[in-house]
């Protein structure tokens, strides 16, 4: 096992994997670390992970590793599927132990970015266990890209082909922006109206920063009559593009910016080369269920999916979130606050 924080190194081991998932990303580290996160890699002979690592209420150390480990398709479902359970599911376990022991590390959140075939699996890989709580969205919908565009546009809904169209005719326009701060203003009237939390201006402009000079990212506004109406911030790596954060006000709701902004950061994404759209993020239920329900439910992400299913892509599902134990006494505790602050263990 190698163990570094150089970057360098990081990105020589990525070489080999060119389309790995963006939050394993040396630049995603990079962001991660303005705001109180440390970031650590760890390289064996057939797996690496960037691991994120955060004191948590000042009492303890936990670690994520968001959508790695990193490595060859075929170890990652072994590893999943429980098939190899003598080559690197113990590899695994045995280098993330001697990491907690190390850094002083409680328990380590893994998700991984592997997409399940058929139903969500109730078991876990070796020496971890399934966790409710999930940092990174759980379900998505993925739209392929490596078509023409009418293609892609022939796969769409009828009426959200009809509201592209329909926001080009009202004279909506779509232009790239450096405007951070305009983007935030959107978002916090958007968080406020549609219920949800958002980051800071200075989370969006690092993140924009650090991913706009490596070329990977772009901020597009959507303007009627001469003033911004809409905001979407996409980012790309390998041949996934990835529909993080958008922000839409009340004004004009009338003439469907929206949906012309998305589609025009589909055509900038096929541009640099991307196959899959990811959409990012749908309440964590079978289609049948998220069909039969979309119309009546208005509560968390219900108005997303509404939006995001008349794009014409697949719903899919990860692995899930799981957690390896170094300190079980501690992670009881953890569940415990998690519980009294109402959320999911």
Same mark, same amino acid.
């Given at each position: 096992m190698k163990f570094f924080k150089n970057y360098l190194h990081w990105d020589q081991y990525l070489s080999k994997f060119p389309n790995v998932h963006l939050l394993q990303t040396s630049a995603w580290g990079k962001f991660k670390q303005c705001f109180g996160w440390d970031v650590c890699h760890l390289v064996n002979h057939d797996w690496g992970a960037q691991i994120l690592v955060k004191q948590f209420l000042k009492i303890f150390r936990f670690a994520y590793i968001p959508k790695g480990p990193v490595g060859s398709e075929e170890s990652l479902k072994q590893w999943i599927n429980q098939t190899d359970i003598d080559g690197f599911s113990l590899s695994l376990i045995d280098q993330i132990r001697l990491f907690c022991q190390e850094k002083g590390i409680a328990f380590v959140k893994i998700e991984p970015d592997i997409l399940l075939e058929g139903k969500v699996r109730e078991d876990c890989p070796l020496g971890f266990v399934t966790s409710q709580h999930s940092i990174q969205p759980l379900r998505t919908i993925l739209i392929d890209i490596s078509c023409g565009e009418n293609e892609i546009l022939a796969r769409m809904k009828q009426k959200t082909r009809?509201?592209?169209?329909? $926001?080009? &005719?009202?004279?909506?326009?779509v232009k790239p922006s450096e405007d951070v701060e305009l983007f935030y203003k959107m978002m916090?009237?958007?968080?406020?109206? #549609?219920? @949800? *939390?958002?980051?800071?201006?200075?989370?969006y402009e690092q993140v924009y920063r650090i991913f706009k000079e490596r070329g990977e990212c772009e901020l597009f506004i959507a303007l009627f009559e001469g003033k911004p109406i809409a905001g979407l911030m996409v980012f790309v790596h390998g041949h996934r593009a990835y529909y993080f954060y958008g922000a839409s006000l009340d004004e004009h709701r009338e003439v469907m910016a929206p949906y012309l902004l998305q589609w025009q950061a589909i055509l900038w994404a096929?541009?640099?080369g991307c196959t899959v759209y990811?959409?990012?993020?749908?309440? #964590? =239920?079978?289609? #049948? @269920? +998220?069909?039969?329900?979309?119309?009546? &439910?208005?509560? *968390? !992400?219900?108005?997303? =999916?509404?939006?995001?299913? *008349?794009?014409?892509?697949? +719903?899919?599902? =990860? $692995?899930g979130a799981y957690d390896y134990? $170094?300190?079980? !006494?501690?992670y009881s505790l953890y569940r415990l606050y998690r519980r009294q602050t109402g959320a999911q263990s």
């Amino acid at each position: 096992m190698k163990f570094f924080k150089n970057y360098l190194h990081w990105d020589q081991y990525l070489s080999k994997f060119p389309n790995v998932h963006l939050l394993q990303t040396s630049a995603w580290g990079k962001f991660k670390q303005c705001f109180g996160w440390d970031v650590c890699h760890l390289v064996n002979h057939d797996w690496g992970a960037q691991i994120l690592v955060k004191q948590f209420l000042k009492i303890f150390r936990f670690a994520y590793i968001p959508k790695g480990p990193v490595g060859s398709e075929e170890s990652l479902k072994q590893w999943i599927n429980q098939t190899d359970i003598d080559g690197f599911s113990l590899s695994l376990i045995d280098q993330i132990r001697l990491f907690c022991q190390e850094k002083g590390i409680a328990f380590v959140k893994i998700e991984p970015d592997i997409l399940l075939e058929g139903k969500v699996r109730e078991d876990c890989p070796l020496g971890f266990v399934t966790s409710q709580h999930s940092i990174q969205p759980l379900r998505t919908i993925l739209i392929d890209i490596s078509c023409g565009e009418n293609e892609i546009l022939a796969r769409m809904k009828q009426k959200t082909r009809y509201n592209i169209r329909l $926001a080009e &005719r009202k004279g909506v326009k779509v232009k790239p922006s450096e405007d951070v701060e305009l983007f935030y203003k959107m978002m916090l009237w958007t968080g406020k109206r #549609d219920r @949800f *939390g958002i980051h800071s201006l200075k989370y969006y402009e690092q993140v924009y920063r650090i991913f706009k000079e490596r070329g990977e990212c772009e901020l597009f506004i959507a303007l009627f009559e001469g003033k911004p109406i809409a905001g979407l911030m996409v980012f790309v790596h390998g041949h996934r593009a990835y529909y993080f954060y958008g922000a839409s006000l009340d004004e004009h709701r009338e003439v469907m910016a929206p949906y012309l902004l998305q589609w025009q950061a589909i055509l900038w994404a096929k541009e640099q080369g991307c196959t899959v759209y990811d959409l990012w993020g749908v309440p #964590d =239920y079978d289609e #049948d @269920f +998220l069909e039969q329900q979309f119309e009546r &439910r208005k509560d *968390g !992400l219900w108005g997303v =999916y509404r939006f995001k299913r *008349g794009f014409g892509g697949t +719903l899919v599902r =990860y $692995a899930g979130a799981y957690d390896y134990i $170094a300190s079980p !006494l501690i992670y009881s505790l953890y569940r415990l606050y998690r519980r009294q602050t109402g959320a999911q263990s």
